[in-house]
Nanobody
């Protein structure tokens, strides 16, 4: 596997929840911070959540609503998204949190929050 493979997106009503998964390459060290990015229509791709050995970090826009986790044995990173808002609508991607380590982007998974 060369690029990350994201899954779990879909259409959800405001206030709903989704859980995203991302399988990344075996070449990524468990010491490498992994992150979730998202890109909304007409906007730049942004990093909003990272996880590494010393903790997790979130942007203010998702803090308290989203939870990032990781299973190193499965080379998988997860994103639990609760209390979803329409402004969370975007394509979601995972990759190392340090952009200098990114080789490829996956297809992403679409999340649409709408009533």
């Amino acid at each position: 596997q060369v690029h990350p493979v994201e899954s779990g997106g879909g259409l959800v009503q405001p206030g709903g929840s989704l859980r995203l998964s991302c399988v990344y390459g075996r070449g990524v060290s468990r010491l490498t911070a992994m992150g979730w990015y998202r890109q909304a229509p007409g906007k730049q791709r942004e990093l909003f959540a990272t996880i590494r050995s010393d903790g997790k970090r979130y942007s203010d826009s998702v803090k308290g609503r989203f939870t990032i986790s990781r299973d190193n044995a499965k080379n998988t990173v997860y994103l639990q998204m609760d209390s979803l808002k329409p402004e969370d609508t975007a394509v979601y991607y995972c990759n190392p949190g340090d952009r200098r380590l990114i080789e490829y982007w996956g297809q992403g998974t679409q999340v649409t929050v709408s009533s």
